[in-house]
């Protein structure tokens, strides 16, 4: 751990020194001046928010041809996406500052999607694909005075592309690549993706249509550690995305947006020792069916001082898995009015009022729920004030009633003050913030739990961090982060009773995470995080303490991009106490274009070492695999 610490320090000082020595250029760095949404609900400059924003742009998309949303969120300081590195259809986990599944809101065009039939609750990522993407905005710590529920640690906001401006553009995009584990390395095209994506502009019309296809084998799930070969698992995926927006005239515009979503995907189980009791994973002929609608419609005003949005979702889920015949449906329909006036220049007060209503069947052996036995809904009134000084003083500040029909009502809020200066014509924000957020119960977690427990309470976040911004000259830009955070109320299981329960007591995580972009000329840029994270020791399973990613960019003509890159992530544990070790993944991506980017191939190696680790305690893992695919623009 000692050398990923040393590398870091020696990075930052590098870094500095190099731009210490080359001070001719006085312009100040892009990054903060950036646009970003996700911290406020409206654009608003990087420099003008008391936040870090990470931002995974189209360039870097474009740039990672074959890389999942998941992988590239992987990249993130304080983002560790459990399951990544298995086989395709295993259930991910999202790990942010210590934190869990249920404490993370993924918002679709800003809007909040959770399926309300899964356990948690959570959206999977497996659902969306990367080329139907713009880009990717990542916001950390307690967010629910503008996000409400689930936004405790994180919150992930997933932009759709937007239409071309010409009446017709399209592109097609193909890759297909190995997909086998570190022990048994074959070279076979076991992985393939297909996308194709049409969009313009007519008249006041725009469009955008997706379809999109992919499925891997090769991988058994669970990892063989005898003699007998398990089975491969087989994962599959179809996707289709209508996105539609018409411009009544220059103040007014309405759209929808819907999306089917279906896959497949085999799984494993596990055998249990009778005398120790300890889960073995086993080869099982298990699968997994899971169908998604998705319907939204928006409507966006703008006037002389502001602006007014409505968003309105309705998510339909329905999961089967066989042999079990276990049945999981779930319905989600809500809306989020905003309204965001200009008092002045330097003062913007935002006022919303969201709502959500869910529904749930459930079918299992363990449990059911039936028609019309699962419902929950809560209506949140919420408002922030912006306050962006003339002389660099900004403040955000927020709160947020959350009033929920089983447990009544809960109250969070924000305060968010920042300071922007210069020293020696370099930018420099530094930033501090208070934030609480609250987790509501799922359905499964309320309509399952016996009658002793009386009503399940919502989880309680407490959210404190400071840190900095810098951008030295053009070429240089770091930030580090600090940040304390307390969960009580924590929703938990009870072994003995086989129950969700609210544990007792305060749960503690705290740490830190740090990033430096490197610009060193035209053609090649570095990018290095690391992220620590300290937790009880009890509830650190599966979360890495430490973490370090570095990436090397080289551009080695005006058509041929590169990218090197090296992560480490530290020993874990699992369930029963199993202990997980560290590993190191080398990865290398290429794409070189043709006729003046129409036609780009791209290929990727990774895992290059071939690597032998574990994520998941007796769970596979992908070794060295090899890529290779093609993209149009039409």
């Known amino acids: 751990m000692k050398k990923q610490l040393l590398i870091v320090s020696v990075l930052a ?22 646009v970003v949404v996700t911290a406020t609900k409206f654009e ?53 500052r210590g934190g869990r599944n249920r404490q993370v809101a993924i918002l679709l065009d800003g809007v909040h999607v959770n399926d309300p039939s899964s356990f948690n609750g959570d959206f999977d990522l497996r659902q969306l694909d990367i080329n139907q993407i713009e880009r990717i905005e990542v916001l950390k710590g307690a967010s629910s005075t503008l996000y409400g529920t689930g936004a405790a640690t994180g919150v992930i906001n997933i932009i759709l592309k ?3 401006k010409n009446s017709f553009s399209g592109t097609f995009n193909s890759f297909v690549g190995t997909n086998s584990s570190s022990e048994n390395n074959r070279f076979a095209a076991d992985e393939i993706s297909t996308n194709f994506n049409f969009n313009g502009t007519l008249g006041k019309l725009d469009y955008l249509f997706a379809l999109n296809g992919n499925g891997s084998k090769g991988l058994s799930a669970a990892e063989n ?30 759209g929808i947006l819907t999306s089917i979503d279906e896959f497949s995907t085999d799984f494993d189980g596990f055998d249990f020792d009778p005398i120790t009791f300890a889960s073995i994973p086993a080869d099982r002929d298990n699968n ?77 052996s363990f449990s059911t729920i039936e028609e019309g036995k699962g419902k929950q809904h809560f209506y949140d009134p919420y408002i922030s004030v912006n306050y962006n000084s003339s002389f660099g003083f900004n403040l955000n500040a927020g709160s947020r009633l959350n009033i929920h029909n089983e447990y009544g009502s809960n109250f969070v809020f924000n305060i968010n003050p920042s300071y922007n200066f210069t020293i020696n014509n370099n930018l420099i924000k530094v930033f501090t913030s208070y934030s609480t957020a609250f987790v509501t119960p799922t359905l499964s977690e309320i309509f399952t739990k016996l009658p002793s427990i009386g009503e399940l309470l919502p989880e309680e976040d407490i959210t404190i961090e400071g840190g ?75 979360i890495p303490q430490n973490k370090f990613f570095i990436k090397a960019d080289y551009k080695l003509t005006n058509s041929t991009f590169t990218s090197l890159s090296y992560r480490y992530v530290d020993e874990t544990t699992d369930f029963g106490n199993v202990s997980l070790d560290a590993y190191n993944l080398v990865d290398f991506f290429i794409n070189h274009s043709l006729l003046d980017g129409k036609v780009t191939f791209y290929g990727s190696i990774t895992n290059i070492f071939n690597e032998n680790f574990q994520e998941i305690a007796g769970f596979t893992t992908r070794g060295r695999n090899y890529s290779l695919g093609l993209n149009i623009k039409l």
Do not use: W
């Open 13 to 34: 000082c590098n870094f500095v020194n190099t731009n210490l020595f080359s001070q001719e250029k006085k312009e100040k760095i892009e990054s903060l001046e950036e």
């Open 468 to 542: 900095f911004d810098i951008a030295l000259g053009e070429k240089i830009n770091i930030n580090a982060t600090y940040f304390y955070r307390e969960e009580t109320n924590k929703i938990g299981y009870d072994p003995t009773t086989f129950q969700t329960i609210n544990d007792l007591g305060t749960f503690l995580a705290r740490g830190f995470e740090t990033e430096v972009n490197f610009k060193m000329n035209s053609k090649l840029s570095f990018l290095a995080n690391y992220t620590h994270i300290n937790r009880d020791e009890n509830l650190l399973l599966k």
């Open 225 to 254: 550690s005898g003699n007998k070969e398990f089975e491969e698992d087989v994962f599959s995926r179809q996707n289709m995305l209508l996105k539609l927006n018409y411009s009544v005239n220059n103040k007014f515009k309405i």
């Open 288 to 364: 997994l069916e899971s169908f998604q609608k998705r319907f939204a419609v928006n409507a966006d005003y703008s006037y002389s001082k502001g602006e007014l949005k409505l968003r309105t979702f309705y998510t339909d889920i329905k999961r089967t898995e066989t042999p079990s015949n276990d049945f999981f449906k779930g319905e989600v329909l809500g809306f989020d009015i905003f309204n965001n006036y200009k008092f002045t220049n330097e003062i913007s007060l935002l006022t919303g009022f969201t709502a959500q209503f869910q529904d749930m069947i459930q079918r299992t």
């Open 162 to 164: 937007k239409a071309s």
């Open 44 to 96: 608003t400059n990087k420099k003008n928010i008391g936040k870090i924003v990470y931002k995974i742009t189209q360039e870097t998309i474009e740039n990672s041809r074959g890389k999942s949303i998941v992988d590239l969120l992987n990249d993130v300081p304080g983002v560790e996406i459990n399951g990544n590195f298995s086989t395709r259809g295993q259930n991910l986990g999202y790990y942010i």
